[in-house]
């Protein structure tokens, strides 16, 4: 009996949760979510009062609507990140296999790019720069750099103003530079790091991209400058994009074509 009534308490809380991650910015009224769940309000006010203690729903003092919450959020953004780098490993561990160099897949989070998956590739020299879970400004790296060019004009214009501060700790990546790197990245095609990070290492990265041309994921690869020669950067360029095309297949099961490579 005691199991079978956490059980309902979990469903009921779940469903709260789903309803309100369909609500608008206003967010949904106590009689609203008790009408559409069929709970009574002495129910739903309890449940949402919980939900509100912990973090995954928030309730505006002044409209009395509810909302998720920055926990919820966050672990929304965990599960996509873990989501993306289970789909992306396959396409990691055959770029790493074929260039024996360290490859990247990384993901944009509000103002950063977060590294969520990292194979390492079987050539002696390892360019180990960027640990799973690591943060970068938007734009500082091959594959955050890929992330940033493809996103409209004034949205990057507002990254790199709010960013300033984080881009200090980067000398190379000073906001002139970095818009230049944007418009190289775009003639290009892909995104090339010339060592401005850890001077004897180079890295290349692509973008895939939505239906909307927005950049969901970037695939980078690192190596040191001797294995960057221009010609097989092109090389690699060309089974980036290859692989970008399959892992956006991946990333849209359902509607393959709503997710393009850039």
């Known amino acids: 009996m005691v199991q079978e009534t956490a059980v309902k308490t979990v469903d009921r809380v779940a469903t709260i949760l789903r309803l309100l991650s369909d609500q608008d910015a206003e967010g949904a009224r106590l009689s609203d979510i008790a009408e559409t769940t069929g709970y009574g309000k ?21 409209t009395r609507r509810y ?30 296999r074929d260039t024996q160099d360290t490859v990247f897949a990384s993901v944009r989070e509000g103002l950063a ?10 050539y002696p020299i390892r360019t180990l720069t960027l640990d799973q879970g690591a943060r970068r400004p938007l734009g500082v790296g091959a594959g955050s750099l890929a992330l940033l060019a493809f996103l409209p004009d004034q949205e990057i ?8 501060r984080w ?6 990546f000073a906001p002139e530079e970095l818009w230049r790197l944007v418009e190289r990245t ?17 890295a290349i990265g692509v973008p895939v991209m939505d239906a909307q041309r927005r950049p969901v994921v970037a695939l980078s690869i690192a ?20 692989e970008a095309k399959d892992l956006a297949t991946a990333l849209a099961p359902r509607n393959p074509a709503e997710v393009t490579t850039g």
């Open 67 to 96: 909302r998720l919450g920055a926990a919820a959020a966050a672990l929304g953004r965990v599960a996509v990140a873990h989501e993306v780098a289970s789909l992306a490993r396959p396409t990691l561990q055959r770029l790493a």
């Open 186 to 202: 775009r003639a290009d095609g892909f995104a090339l790091n010339e060592g401005r990070i850890v001077p004897a290492m180079q």
């Open 113 to 122: 790019a977060v590294c969520v998956a990292r194979e390492v590739g079987s």
């Open 42 to 62: 002495t129910t739903a006010h309890r449940l949402l009062g919980a939900l509100v203690q912990v973090g995954f729903a928030y309730q505006d003092l002044k």
């Open 157 to 164: 214009d507002a990254i790199i103003a709010r960013n300033q």
């Open 167 to 172: 881009l200090a700790d980067y000398a190379q």
């Open 223 to 242: 190596a040191i400058r001797d294995r960057m020669a221009p010609d097989r950067v092109l090389d690699l360029a060309k089974r980036l994009h290859a």
